[in-house]
Antibody, heavy 121, light 108 residues
Framework: EVQLLDSGGNLIQPGGSLRLSCVASGFTFSNYAMSWVRQAPGKGLEWVSGIRGDGGTTFYAESVKGRFTISRDNSKNTLYLHMNSLRADDTAVYYC??????????????WGQGTLVTVSS | EIVLTQSPGTLSLSPGERATLSCRASQSVSSSYLAWYQQKPGQAPRLLIYGASSRATGIPDRFSGSGSGTDFTLTISRLEPEDFAVYYCQQYDSSPYTFGRGTKLEIE
């Protein structure tokens, strides 16, 4: 059974940093691209960042480029999102999502339960 | 960036009725790399349709997707009480892999 366990969300002050983690199980992690998708309170879904299965290529939404870094440790079946210079509009539930294939040109077939990041003073 | 426009924003129907949800792209989506997701309050999204018209595993056949290029449709043939939720389309053709703003399907 595929499982994605998101964690790391917290209340953080503007300008601060945070690292989210997503531990995967039930599939060969290195064979699949992964993404982070966020949802601000009461709003829709926003794709944030993605990484290929081999970790060699990464993509970012313009809203987070230069502030967020996606990475993965295939030996630990874990996806990360390093978030710096956090702003109030980064407040959201962050979901990790598994792509159906090794590249990002695939749909998301499994999602984590989400972890809440609140940026506020 | 491919912008996806979903309509209507809210759709009010009764169980047993047919629902038609629209997703229009600002430019052609290659190879029909278009997916639909369902989200209920407090839950993560769930994949319904991929490749514009293929049902995901375990999705009832009352859900169907159609379209190509810039115009896509999700149809629910006979609404069940558990179908009332928010529906999002998403393109996975090119980065950024954008979502539409969603259609809320509510009970009339």
């Amino acid at each position: 059974e595929v499982q994605l366990l998101d964690s790391g969300g917290n209340l953080i002050q503007p300008g601060g940093s945070l690292r989210l983690s997503c531990v995967a199980s039930g599939f060969t992690f290195s064979n699949y691209a992964m993404s982070w998708v966020r949802q601000a309170p009461g709003k829709g879904l926003e794709w944030v960042s993605g990484i290929r299965g081999d970790g060699g290529t990464t993509f970012y939404a313009e809203s987070v480029k230069g502030r967020f870094t996606i990475s993965r440790d295939n030996s630990k079946n874990t996806l990360y999102l390093h978030m710096n210079s956090l702003r109030a509009d980064d407040t959201a539930v962050y979901y990790c999502a598994k792509c159906r294939g090794s590249s990002l040109t695939y749909y998301f077939d499994y999602w984590g339960q989400g972890t809440l990041v609140t940026v506020s003073s | 960036e491919i912008v996806l426009t979903q309509s209507p924003g809210t759709l009010s129907l009764s169980p047993g009725e047919r629902a038609t949800l629209s997703c229009r792209a600002s430019q052609s989506v290659s190879s029909s790399y278009l997916a639909w997701y369902q989200q209920k309050p407090g839950q993560a999204p769930r994949l319904l349709i991929y490749g514009a018209s293929s049902r995901a595993t375990g999705i009832p056949d009352r859900f169907s997707g159609s379209g190509s290029g810039t115009d896509f449709t999700l149809t629910i043939s006979r609404l069940e009480p558990e179908d009332f939720a928010v529906y999002y389309c998403q393109q996975y053709d090119s980065s950024p892999y954008t979502f539409g703003r969603g259609t809320k399907l509510e009970i009339e």
